[in-house]
């Protein structure tokens, strides 16, 4: 017999969010496979790939491509992945970006949400650095990667969920350096950020020509 009750109220579960930010100079595989590994394994609704408008710990160290290319390539990167957002509330905010302000918003946006803050390993190990952390570890359950390489151990004063996912050993810097040296960027970087890279001349892509150009220049495609 049917159950009379059975729409007779809703059952809300809260939302389960992750935040994963990052400068994203581009976009890669290590960050895509984290996001929905971790996503699949904490069982999450979203996982919010959030763009550093003004990434303030790397001052100094090098020139970052502008908050709005690397939003377009973060966009194209998750086109059509289920349960992955690009995130641009630190852009519209402007100015350096602080996590712990952007989980602010974000349990507003996404009322009575848990929220997660998603790190790979070398992130976490500097999170007693990071502006507010305190409360960045009140408003969020931490979840920490590992990437290959030593491990690198986060402060002992914060709660820390580690979650296994492949480890790829890729990170936005050495892409950096294979547009310059022109080694393959293949499977590393989608070909819907690789197109973002050559419609915008980001990482002296217009300068050297595009890789189809590149194919061209080699040989390839000629009969
Ligand atoms: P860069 O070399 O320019 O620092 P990156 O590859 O480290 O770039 P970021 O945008 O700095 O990328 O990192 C954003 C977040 O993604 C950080 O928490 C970082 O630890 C994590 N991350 C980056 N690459 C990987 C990877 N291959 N596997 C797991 N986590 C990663
Ligand atoms: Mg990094």
């Known amino acids: 017999m049917a159950n009379r009750y059975a729409n007779s109220y809703t059952l809300i579960v809260p939302m389960r969010v992750g935040l994963f930010g990052g400068t994203f100079d581009p976009p890669h595989l290590g960050h895509l496979v984290t996001a929905v590994n971790v996503r699949h394994v904490l069982k999450l609704d ?14 100094g160290t090098r020139e970052v491509a502008s908050a709005v290319d690397r939003l377009a390539m973060v966009q194209a990167a998750i086109e059509g992945v289920d349960g992955l957002v690009a995130g641009d509330d630190e852009i519209s905010r402007g100015g350096p970006s602080f996590t712990a302000d952007t989980l602010e918003v974000m349990s507003r946006r996404y009322a009575g949400a848990e929220l997660f803050t998603i790190v790979g ?8 650095s990071w502006q507010r952390a305190s409360e960045i570890a009140k408003l969020s359950t931490l979840v920490v990667v590992d990437r290959p390489g030593s491990p690198l151990v986060p402060p002992s004063e914060f709660v ?5 996912v492949p480890r790829l050993e890729v990170s936005s ?3 950096r350096e294979r547009f310059v040296d022109g080694r393959p960027l293949d499977y590393l970087v989608s070909n819907e ?11 002296g892509v217009g300068k050297r020509g ?3 150009h590149r194919a061209e ?5 000629k009969s």
């Not at 390993?121 to 007693?128: L, R, S, T």
């Not at 820390?160 to 296994?164: D, F, I």
């Not at 220049?217 to 495609?221: I, K, L, T």
């Open 46 to 59: 979203i996982v919010v790939l959030m763009v550093a408008n003004d990434p303030w710990q790397k001052h």
């Open 121 to 128: 390993d070398d992130a976490a190990a500097k999170f007693g």
């Open 160 to 164: 820390w969920n580690r979650v296994e």
């Open 173 to 175: 810097t050495d892409l």
């Open 193 to 203: 950020v690789l197109k973002v890279i050559a419609d915008r001349n980001l990482y």
């Open 210 to 212: 595009n890789r189809k």
């Open 217 to 221: 220049e080699n040989g390839a495609g």
